[in-house]
C-alpha cells in the first residue's frame, strides 16, 4: 500500500468511526428519551416563567411549568432543552412527567426534534459507510500470497 491509501484508509476509517459512534450514542440517547416518554403521566398545567440560557448568543428559553399530578400535589419543574422563543407566562400546556420523579417534566409536542433523529440516523448511516469504504480499499491493497 502507498503511503497516499493509507492515509485514506485511515481517513475513512477514523473518521467514519467518529460518526458512527456519534451517532449510536445520539440514538441511545433518544431511544432512552422515548422510553420514558411511554410511562409518562400528562397534567393540565400552566407555565409560569422561564429561565434563559445563552449559548454562542443564541438564547434559550426553559420553561418553568407549574401543575397537579395524579396525587393532587403541585409542582414546579423546569423544563430542559429549552425553546428559542419564550413561552408566554400563563399560557396553559399539557405536562407530560415521570410518576416516579414529578420534577422530570416536558411539555407535550416539544421534545427532541426531527433534526437530532436524522443527524442519529445519518451518523450511523454515513459513518458505517465511511468504515466500510476504508476495509474494502485496505482489503483490495493487501497483497494476497
Known amino acids: 500500500m502507498t ?7 485511515l481517513g475513512f476509517g477514523c473518521g467514519g468511526l467518529f460518526f458512527f459512534v456519534l451517532g449510536g450514542l445520539i440514538l441511545t440517547i433518544l431511544l432512552l428519551g ?4 411511554r410511562r409518562a403521566t400528562t397534567a393540565d398545567g400552566t ?6 440560557t445563552t449559548t454562542d448568543d443564541c438564547p434559550r428559553y426553559h ?3 407549574r401543575f397537579r399530578d395524579a396525587t393532587g400535589a403541585e409542582h414546579t419543574a423546569r ?19 415521570d410518576p416516579d420523579s414529578p420534577q422530570t ?6 421534545t427532541a426534534n426531527l433534526g437530532m433523529w436524522l443527524f442519529a440516523v445519518v451518523g450511523l448511516v454515513a459513518g458505517g459507510g465511511c468504515v ?6 485496505w482489503a483490495n491493497n493487501v497483497p494476497v500470497e
Open 132 to 137: 466500510l469504504t476504508a476495509v474494502l480499499i
Open 34 to 37: 422515548r422510553a420514558n416518554r
Open 105 to 110: 417534566a416536558w411539555i407535550a409536542g416539544h
Open 63 to 65: 420553561p418553568l411549568v
Open 79 to 97: 423544563v430542559d432543552g429549552g425553546t428559542t422563543k419564550p413561552f408566554a407566562v400563563d399560557q396553559p400546556v399539557t405536562v407530560e412527567y
Open 47 to 52: 407555565v409560569v416563567g422561564y429561565e434563559e
Open 3 to 9: 503511503v497516499q491509501q493509507v492515509v485514506t484508509v
